[in-house]
């Protein structure tokens, strides 16, 4: 009685779990401050295929959706493979609290669809980057750029910090008189002021020490070249203040390599950026080269041993990276036959020096994914004639895929099979991630198809192979078909017959 009792208050405790919004099970949601963003990651069996973010601050909520997540430095990306969706929001974005740019506090609400529920999280946190800001920093985002820079160096000597706070009120006050002009080749836009700029998308920031243009790719002042044989798109603003009789001018440059990547036969995939972007990103060509992945640099022996090259050549910054090395992720696919192919988040960081030793950070992430690779699986004839029993070995099977069932000589059985007093199939695990499956059928079994040779004098067993294998998540069937034969000396079949019988 009593234990029925208990019974019932858990039940109804369990019940009522999934109603209670205000907190995320352990190990489902990871925030961490990286150097330069906040980087939110949650997983996808606990979000929802399409969970939804608001940045929130004390002025309101704001959807982030696509267009609005360019403009205001959010990035949302799903990460199938890695099983979780990944918010990542700049310490200049919108909606941040930034003080003296030291301390950034991030409040934001998740949106998951759990289990045909909408619920809603109320999340926050605060960063404090230990890694200085360079006089001047740009960040090649997967959906915008963004730059930003020390308000001191780009001062000409004598301005006052007043006529910095004009950029501040520039968004709400209509007595700002800061107009921005985009440049495009040897052509230049009429001035707008910043409010009608950030109409179109752009946005302008003055923060406790620094001045932040940020930008959507694709923009209609923005414009796309070719440097060092490499496509680098570009925006180019001119801000510039007109006090009396003095003209103060800031021009912010946004660059960003806009290689595709691509995929050699000798399995790297290789990318590459200029190493000079845009001569107002710097003078001089020694730049200092960081690589990494998913959002975090690699000590260079790390990224050494995992295969990673980076060299530097006719001005520009080749970067190749084995299809299978650590780091990127790999997915089974089917189109008739077993492919894969390779995805990476490439991070990678530049730092140029100009003639005045003014550093610039440049940093950049782009998703890479390789074409589809075949992945052939390979079955290997082990047979011992004397063992009187038939084994193959199916190699080369992928973590990813699972041997789902196996046709023999036309008889379906489904694996594990449940009758193991015949044939038998022992799964074979590989440190390489791969794995096989050994198959033993005896040559007497029911389903080996048996002839008499005359010529040989001898009995002949035939056996088809038809392996049914799957690719998980999603169980996509491919198949794998091989067929073996064997012989046996019918002497030495009758003898080994006599003897059971006698026995
Ligand atoms: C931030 O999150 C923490 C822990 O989740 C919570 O205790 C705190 O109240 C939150 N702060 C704000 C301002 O929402
Ligand atoms: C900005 O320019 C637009 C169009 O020229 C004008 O309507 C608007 O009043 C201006 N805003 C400010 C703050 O000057
Ligand atoms: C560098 O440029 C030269 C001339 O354009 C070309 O022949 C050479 O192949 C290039 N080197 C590399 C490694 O791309
Ligand atoms: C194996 O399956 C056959 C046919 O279903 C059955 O007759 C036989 O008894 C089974 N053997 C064992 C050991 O389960
Ligand atoms: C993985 O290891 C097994 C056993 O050493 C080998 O047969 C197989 O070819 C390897 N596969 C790959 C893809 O390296
Ligand atoms: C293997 O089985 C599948 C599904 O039953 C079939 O479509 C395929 O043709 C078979 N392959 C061979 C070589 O018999
Ligand atoms: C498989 O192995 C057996 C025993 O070694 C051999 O007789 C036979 O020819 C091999 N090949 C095939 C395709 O069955």
């Known amino acids: 009685m009593v234990f029925e009792f208990i019974f019932g208050v858990a039940l109804l405790l369990s019940a009522w779990l999934p109603a209670k919004s205000d907190g995320i099970p352990d190990g489902v949601l990871h925030m961490e401050c990286r150097d330069r963003y906040f980087m939110m990651a949650v997983g996808l069996s606990f979000s929802g295929e399409e969970p939804h973010f608001e940045a929130v ?64 999280f109320t999340l926050n946190k605060t960063c404090s980057p230990s890694l200085p800001w360079s006089p001047r920093e740009v960040t090649c985002e997967v959906n915008y750029m963004e730059v930003s820079v020390r308000s ?25 008189d800061w107009q921005v002009m985009f440049q495009r080749a040897k052509e230049q836009s009429i001035p707008t002021n910043l409010s009608e700029a950030h109409k179109h998308g752009y946005v302008f920031d003055l923060t406790d020490g620094r001045l932040v243009f940020r930008t959507p790719y694709g923009q209609p002042d923005s414009f796309s070249t070719e ?11 001119t801000l510039f203040s007109r006090q009396s009789w003095v003209v103060l001018m800031v021009d912010l440059v946004a660059a960003c390599s806009m290689y595709e990547g691509s995929y050699d036969e000798n399995g790297y995939m290789m990318w590459k950026t200029p190493e000079v972007l845009h001569p107002l990103l710097s003078g001089l060509h020694n730049t200092q080269v960081n690589i990494g992945v998913n959002g975090e640099f690699l000590e260079q022996p790390v990224a ?89 070995y199916l190699g080369d099977v992928p973590d990813d895929v699972e041997l789902a069932a196996v046709h023999l000589n036309g008889h379906k059985f489904t694996v594990p099979f449940t009758n193991t007093s015949r044939h038998a199939i022992t799964k074979v695990v590989h440190p390489n991630s791969t794995h096989g499956y050994t198959l033993k059928v005896p040559f007497d079994d029911p389903v080996v198809l048996q002839q008499f040779s005359k010529e040989d004098a001898a009995m002949q067993h035939k056996l088809d192979i038809n392996y049914t294998l799957t690719v998980l998540p999603e169980k996509e069937p491919f198949y794998h078909f091989a067929s073996v034969m064997a012989q046996s000396d019918v002497c030495k079949s009758l003898t080994l017959y006599l003897d059971l019988v006698e026995h």
Request: with cysteine.
């Open 152 to 176: 001191e160096v780009t001062c000409p000597s004598g301005t006052k910090k007043d006529d910095w706070d004009a950029v501040k009120t520039a968004h709400s006050s209509t007595t700002s």
């Open 227 to 237: 440097v060092n044989g490499v496509p680098v798109e570009l925006v180019h603003a």
């Open 304 to 392: 050494e041993e995992r295969g990673y090259i980076v060299e530097k050549h006719n001005g520009t910054v080749q970067l190749s990276i084995p299809y299978n090395a650590d780091g990127g992720y790999r997915k089974s696919c089917v189109t008739e036959d077993l492919y894969e192919f390779h995805v990476f988040n490439l991070y990678l960081e530049q730092i140029l020096v100009d003639e005045d030793h003014v550093q610039t950070r440049l940093r950049l992430h782009r998703t890479w994914a390789t074409p589809l690779l075949p992945h052939p699986v390979f079955t290997h004839n082990q047979t011992v004639n004397e063992e009187h029993m038939f084994s193959v």
């Open 57 to 120: 601050d004390e002025t309101g909520v704001y959807p982030i959706t696509e267009q609005y997540a360019a403009e205001c430095g959010y990035s949302v990306s799903v990460l199938p493979l890695q099983g979780h969706v990944e918010l990542r929001a700049s310490y200049f974005s919108c909606h941040t609290d930034n003080k003296d740019d030291k301390v950034f506090t991030f409040n934001f609400n998740l949106m998951a669809n759990h289990f045909g529920q909408e619920a809603t």
